[in-house]
């Protein structure tokens, strides 16, 4: 009955350093998000999943970022060559696709800072 | 370009006294409507929502209203309670479309006791 989970909670990494961040959705949940919050700033889509597979990853702000799902359950976002302004809050969410109205049930967050 | 708006950044309330965050959108194919509320050092919340076929939601305390000719919500909470301070989120999403969210900025709400 856990909700969603993200770890690490906090990352501190240098600039050019690769880093992984990994989301456990909430069981059964077959829709998976990845969104970001930089300060000051609302949240922003990354990517999305549906199953294993990425239908809409408009919000992917470079080649730097690439996500995969596998087994239809856990998910990691990774961010090669890390700049400053990669800086932010990542929040990952699930939600159930029984209809296109759904909420979106969010993890607690990674907040990353690249030195 | 930001599709969905929260013009007010903070909004400090009276315990007992109704609170009222306002949200506004851009985008016509949106046609559902959330509110979420966020604490420090966690996530968001989902509170309430609201599709575009209905002007009006409630749910207890919260009550969301939706007016799509001027492309306004707003979420009333009514008695306001300290426990509701947070930062709340309004987002909006093209059913018909993705299922990403589109959110504003937020909207820090303090409530006095």
């Known amino acids: 009955g856990a909700g969603v989970s993200q770890s690490p909670s906090n990352k501190v990494t240098e600039k050019g350093k690769d880093v992984e961040l990994r989301c456990d959705p909430i069981?059964?949940?077959?829709?998976l998000y990845w969104y970001r919050q930089s300060l000051g700033q609302g949240l922003e889509f990354l990517i999305y999943?549906?199953?294993?597979?990425?239908?809409?990853k408009s919000g992917l702000p470079s080649d730097r970022f690439s996500a995969e799902r596998t087994g239809g359950s856990v998910s990691t976002l990774t961010i090669q060559r890390t700049q400053q302004e990669d800086s932010a809050v990542y929040l990952c969410?699930?939600?159930?696709?029984?209809?296109?109205?759904?909420?979106?049930?969010f993890g607690p967050g990674t907040r990353l800072t690249v030195l | 370009d930001q599709q969905v708006k929260q013009n007010s950044p903070s909004l400090s309330v009276q315990e007992g006294r109704i609170s009222i965050l306002n949200c506004d959108y851009t985008?016509?194919?949106?046609?559902?409507f959330l509110w979420y509320k966020k604490y420090p050092a966690e996530g968001p919340t989902f509170l309430i929502s609201?599709?575009?076929?209905?002007d009006k939601n409630e749910d207890g305390r919260f009550t969301v209203f939706l007016n799509k000719s001027a492309k306004h919500l707003s979420l009333h909470i009514v008695p306001s309670q300290p426990g509701d301070s947070a930062v709340y989120f309004c987002?909006?999403?093209?059913?018909?479309?993705?299922?990403?969210?589109?959110f504003g900025k937020g909207t820090k709400l303090s409530v006095i006791p």
């Open positions: 999943f549906q199953g294993n597979s990425a239908p809409d």
């Open positions: 609201i599709s575009s076929i209905k």
């Open positions: 987002a909006a999403s093209d059913t018909a479309g993705s299922y990403q969210l589109t």
């Open positions: 969410a699930s939600s159930q696709l029984t209809s296109a109205y759904n909420e979106q049930f």
């Open positions: 069981s059964g949940h077959t829709a």
């Open positions: 985008n016509s194919m949106f046609d559902y």
